[in-house]
């Protein structure tokens, strides 16, 4: 991967918070996890990283992508790579004011200043997914579905998301019923309880947002300036 200086490039930075890490019973379980799961999303979604996802504290990680639209589909591998581990993310859209590394560590931005902010501003409203660096008006757009999508996932039993996860992996829905050991419509009403159709729908109308609003963006210099950067 080569090393570009910022040159009117933007980029996506996606920093992710382990909600409730210090309170977990086995920390260190979490984070071999964690590890494990961040170098699945990587080889998975080496195309759409500028920059590859890193631990950079205990309980928080980073990654940089190339595009903005690829978004949705990266934060979809994370949530399956990573079950059970409940997690708040901050997306900022933005240029880099500092080399482009490999790992995302070591690097700073307006990207990285609008994922932090955005990451806070979650934080305090409780979402699952908080975008920051588009636009004041697109930004509340894609925060208004973002916490459509979150409420969603946040009412996903167990079994529900696990469904879910085997649903997105397999080419046939039949495929799903046989590794789960049970029949075809069992696991229809569980991706109907679960709104498995107005989800991916809305993932994908997301995706369309993203690309819009982020080539409505051209100028990096003048996003995402407010707020703390990335981690060291």
Known sequence: MKFDLYNETSYLAVI???RGSRQAADRASVQERLEKGLQQVNQENE???AASFAITLGDEFQGLLRQAEAAMAVLVSLEIALPGIPIRYGLGWGGLSTHLREQAIGMDGPCFHAARLALDR???????VTASGFGEEEDGILNGLFGLLGGVRSRWKRK???TVSLRRRAR??????RQRGVVDSVVSDT???ALYGPVTDAEEAMTRLLARFAA?????????????????
């Open 16 to 18: 992710g918070d382990v």
């Open 47 to 49: 195309a759409a990283l």
């Open 122 to 128: 979650g934080k305090k409203a409780n979402r699952w």
């Open 160 to 162: 529900q998301a696990e």
């Open 172 to 177: 046939y829905q039949k495929d799903v019923a």
């Open 191 to 193: 991706l109907r309880a």
């Open 216 to 232: 409505g963006r051209a100028d990096p210099s003048s996003r995402g300036e407010a707020g703390a950067g990335g981690r060291p």
